[in-house]
């Protein structure tokens, strides 16, 4: 097996259950050697994770590229993002936090089931964002599966900073402590099972009494809860475009193959909410 430049071995070196909804894997081993090289000095620095299909006629490690030439694209492993939630440099270790959402899905089940030993195939990481210093605060919205890259964030926020956080998750069990140098206000919000959940960070950024000065927007998570929030803080906030990172991490219903599909077409639709002035 030739194994190909982007192609990364994690070894699950430990486990932690971080909430009830929330496992933090840690890999490291000899195939996560070098990983850290030209790691972008971004808070939302994320990589790729490859899961075999079911039946698939090999395992981790593998070559990516190998694999796709000698298999018809049917056994091609699946791919999922995830935040780099910690790097250690010197132990070469990578702290990662799945959402276990269920039996549905692969990474989910498998950071669920995941043992000391298990080995999983990574790509090297890109990202873009970093809490910018010379914002007077900064808005952080989003839900579990964006807790990674904004705990990250508020983690390279200077003494002296002001951020606000506004997290939704399942109940006051499913929060997770935020450390940060910055003077942090942080609001949880629960979701009830009720259909009306979907507006629940989306109501509370629109009650924030915002504080004087130029925000620095970070909001990622559930797609269709995300592009509520990105229409308020364009619209009716007036937040300028470059003053906000918006994405769609996963969208509710759909795997994250059915959401690749429709991402590109959905993207440009968000960006009609709000016309550029
Ligand atoms: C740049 C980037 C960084 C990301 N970082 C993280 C991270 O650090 N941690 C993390 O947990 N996720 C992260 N995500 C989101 C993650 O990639 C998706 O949630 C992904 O769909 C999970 O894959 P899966 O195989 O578990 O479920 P899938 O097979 O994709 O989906 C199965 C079912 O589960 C539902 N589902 C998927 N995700 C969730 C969720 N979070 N909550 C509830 N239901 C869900 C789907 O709607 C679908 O119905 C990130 C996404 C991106 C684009």
Known sequence: MTRGTDDFYGTVVRREQLTPSLVRVVLGGPGMAGWGAGRPDATDAYFVLRFPPAGAPYAAPFSVAQVEAEHPR?????????????????????????????????????????????????????????????????????????????????????????????????????????????????????????????????????????PDGRVHGFVHGEAGEVREVRRHLLGERQVPRADLSVSGYWRRTMTDEAWRRVKRDWNAEVESDVPTA
């Open 74 to 210: 049917a056994l091609w492993p699946a791919h999922r993002h995830y935040s780099v939630r910690a790097w250690d440099a010197v132990a070469e270790e990578l702290s990662v936090d799945f959402v276990v959402h269920g039996d549905s899905g692969l990474a989910g089940p498998w950071a669920r089931d995941a043992q000391v030993g298990d080995q999983v195939v990574l790509s090297t990481s890109h990202g873009s964002h970093r809490p910018d210093p010379g914002a007077d605060w900064h808005l952080l919205v989003g839900d579990e599966a964006a807790l990674p890259a904004i705990a990250a964030s508020l983690e390279v926020l200077p003494a002296g900073a002001r951020a606000i956080a506004i997290l939704v998750c399942d109940g006051a069990e499913h929060e997770l402590e935020l450390s940060t140098p910055a003077s942090l206000e942080v609001q949880w919000l629960h979701r009830t099972g009720d259909p009306s959940d979907a507006d629940l960070l989306v109501d509370a950024v629109r009650s924030l009494d915002f």
